[in-house]
């Protein structure tokens, strides 16, 4: 029995994104056994809510084990190194998918306050999420920090950040605290990843778009993250081309381990915009050239979604400054950034045993851990 009481049902906790993504697997019967691995870019220090979080995994994929899957962590408390894995969770995808967000928020929340001594002040959350409200009055705007912090504290944060005009948020908890009837999201880098390992990196990208499109409501913005393997461009055209007038969008969420395809990394104002105009993950210079290929191939209806790191009001600013500067650049931003935290991050980095992750990342052996389940 576990010594934690966990509520009985995940669902309302859990990225929208991530149920999404369990159900078309599930039509497409896609359900092979992966590798995520857990790490928190900040460090050094004491890891927590290790403990927390993997009683979240036995209670809410108690037949792992009897599957074949396996969990490896550093015990509750363990010193470690910033970027170092701190778990390695497998398992089949379909018993996984949809766990990420509750375990990712367990251990971010633990190890900030075992390490910088504080909680969310929820003034702050809301005074920072209506400064970005108003220097970006007709941007689509939705909460994604839900993974950033503990579940039960994410419907009183997605009510702080909603009540400042916020367009939604990424859990249904969440959203129903702000007056939304449900959580917003579409594809995550797991989904890709999956179709990457059924069809080939190179459509992987078009395939869990299509996939998603076949499954999911009409109701739902069809979006497509572009980013899991750095062609962002190549993969976004070849997306639009063949979902027509029923793509949407695209997500850029290049991570800060390289440039974005047709990115200019020596963008000469990347200095003034603290390293956001060029240089890696996603910046103004990548986003330009998105909209310019989309825009050159005839798809100028398909918008533009930015995520990763627009917390910061500098973030924004460059951006913003970026379209008075070229004119029309993005519509939308999932923002989760909006409080400090020391934020957990969870990728598969292995499908059926063999190394396969987004572009930046990659499996790494840690002999430090120990099985837990």
């Not at 909603?162 to 449900?182: I, K, M, N, P, Y």
């Not at 931003?333 to 935290?341: E, K, N, S």
Request: proline share 4%.
């Amino acid at each position: 029995m576990s010594a934690f009481t966990l509520p009985n049902n995940h669902k309302p906790f859990t990225d929208a994104y991530f149920l999404h993504s369990r159900n078309i697997l599930e039509r497409d019967g896609l359900n092979p056994m992966v590798t995520y691995e857990v790490f928190i870019r900040n460090g050094p220090g004491e890891v927590r809510g290790v403990d927390e979080a993997v009683a979240m995994i036995d209670t809410y994929a108690p037949e792992l084990a009897a599957r074949g899957g396996s969990l490896h962590a550093l015990p509750e408390g363990s010193r470690y190194e910033g970027g170092e894995p701190l778990m390695h969770i497998r398992g089949p995808v379909q018993d996984l998918i949809e766990l990420e967000t509750m375990y990712l928020g367990v251990l971010a929340a633990e190890t900030t306050r075992a390490n910088a001594g504080h909680g969310v002040d929820l003034e702050q959350v809301a005074e920072r999420a209506r400064k970005i409200r108003e220097l970006c009055p007709d941007k689509e705007l939705i909460y994604f920090g839900s993974r950033h912090w503990r579940y039960d504290d994410d419907a009183a944060i997605s009510k702080a950040v909603l009540e400042q005009g916020w367009d939604g948020a990424s859990t249904e908890v969440g959203a129903r605290a702000g007056g939304f009837s449900h959580g917003l999201g579409t594809i995550p880098h797991a989904l890709v990843l999956v179709y990457a390992h059924a069809f080939g990196r190179e459509t992987a990208t078009l395939k869990a778009t299509d996939a998603f499109n076949r499954n999911i409501d009409k109701s739902v913005p069809r979006i497509a993250l572009v980013d899991s393997f750095n062609r962002e461009i190549d993969d976004t055209l070849a997306t639009a081309r063949a979902l027509g007038e029923d793509l949407y969008a695209v997500r850029l969420d290049t991570p800060g381990e390289h440039p974005a395809q047709g990115a200019d990394p020596e963008d000469r104002d990347a200095d003034i915009y603290n390293g956001f105009w060029g240089g890696s993950g996603v910046t103004v210079s990548g986003t330009k050239a998105m909209r310019e290929a989309l825009d050159a191939a005839g798809f100028e209806h398909v918008n533009i979604v930015l995520s990763s790191g627009f917390g910061e009001l500098d973030k924004v600013q460059a951006f913003l400054e970026g379209e008075r500067r070229h004119g029309r650049l993005f519509e939308a931003m999932g923002i989760g950034g909006l409080f400090p935290a020391w934020h957990a991050t969870s990728d598969i980095v292995q499908v059926e045993g063999r190394d396969l992750a987004k572009e930046g990342r990659g499996y790494r052996a840690n002999p430090r851990m120990v099985r837990m389940l």
